[in-house]
């Protein structure tokens, strides 16, 4: 009786004019007896005694009992033919693990790119969206945020900068004050959307600046730094085109004791007539 064994970190850029950012089991032999000749007299068997197979419970399936005669049986242990079957070869386990290599590679690089399509952190430099963040914070965008919808006044932003101060690619960061439509003004210290003031909850935002009324364009957003007086925003280069805007910050995460949600806000005003 045999017995079976079981088998990278993005900078914001921001400064005074603006942030930018099996073992097989083995099978049974039916090999032929060993030793079939030179049978020597035999005793005559008892035509009553049943013939019970030898066993030897202690051996695997590396071996197996081979019965000689017809009498009281002669019992040699021999290598089972199938000790080795099914066993994988040297070459067949090294080809199986570099299977497994290169499909643990290429899934982490899947799941790296798929999650760069989702989310990405920037380094804030600069002081243009004081007081709410501050130079050398770490953040998460969310840019899977505007997959489906649209920024939102008082969303803030991330996006390429359509607005060349160098040969150096920038991404900034700025608060949504106008949308596609929203006709923005600015003076007497206020900003006004669709000729309305705008009430800003986050933060002191002294304005030394005007800026005439002008309505914004189809896919065109209005954007400003919340350190209104050191921002470089669509007060002095105009309105930002929706193609350019990467994603919505939504977490600090470094340094820790400022962890927490980015201050998106939510800026009331009247519809565009």
Known sequence: MSTNLPASQAPIHSYDEGDTLPLARPSEAKGRGVDEGNRGPQAPRD?????????????????????????????????????????????????????????????????????????????????????????????????????????????????????????????????????????????ENRVYVNDQPIEEEYGPNPINYQYPRTTMGPDEYFVLGDNRSASRDSHLEGPLERRYIIGKAAFIYLPVGDAGRVPNATIDAAAPQ
């Open 47 to 187: 035509a009553g005694e049943p013939r019970e197979p030898t066993e030897f419970p202690w051996l695997d399936d590396r071996f197996r009992l081979v019965q000689k005669g017809q009498g009281a049986g002669t019992v040699v242990v021999a290598p089972s033919v199938a000790a080795n079957h099914g066993q994988p070869s040297a070459g067949a386990r090294a080809g199986r693990l570099l299977v497994e290599v290169l499909e643990t590679v290429i899934l982490t690089l899947l799941i790296f790119v798929l999650m760069r399509g989702v989310i990405q952190n920037y380094r804030i430099e600069g002081f243009s969206m004081e007081p709410n963040l501050h130079q050398g914070q770490f953040l998460i965008v969310n840019k899977a945020a505007y997959y489906v919808g649209e920024p939102q006044r008082g969303d803030i932003v991330v996006f390429e900068s359509p607005w060349t101060i160098s040969d150096e690619e920038r991404d900034y960061i700025k608060r949504v004050i106008g949308l596609p439509g929203d006709t923005i003004e600015i003076r």
